[in-house]
């Protein structure tokens, strides 16, 4: 019982690990885009960049990289490491 009281429920998606490499202007809409679509958890990664990690449900891929190609005009640079199936404690 006690291990039950401790348990927290969560999703199990198929997603897609991206990743979004902008300028610093780029870098602030984009976290501005995602926040606003109900992400949090945003691995960021400053240098001469902002490079930005996240996993995303696969069947929003599409519309996301078209948000992030629009509110950037072109310039950021997105790549997908993988997809996997992971959990999403926040989509509950």
Do not use: W
Request: overall charge negative.
């Amino acid at each position: 019982r006690a291990g039950l009281s401790r348990c927290e429920t969560a999703c199990c998606r198929y997603g897609v690990h991206l990743q979004i490499d902008t300028d610093y202007n780029g870098g602030g809409k984009i976290r501005y885009l995602l926040e606003q679509m109900g992400y949090r958890d945003i691995e960021t990664i400053y240098s001469d960049q902002v490079c930005f990690r996240i996993m995303i449900p696969v069947e929003e891929y599409d519309q996301i990289k078209k948000d992030i190609i629009e509110v950037t005009n072109g310039k950021a640079l997105l790549k997908v490491h993988e997809k996997k199936y992971y959990i999403d404690k926040e989509s509950l």
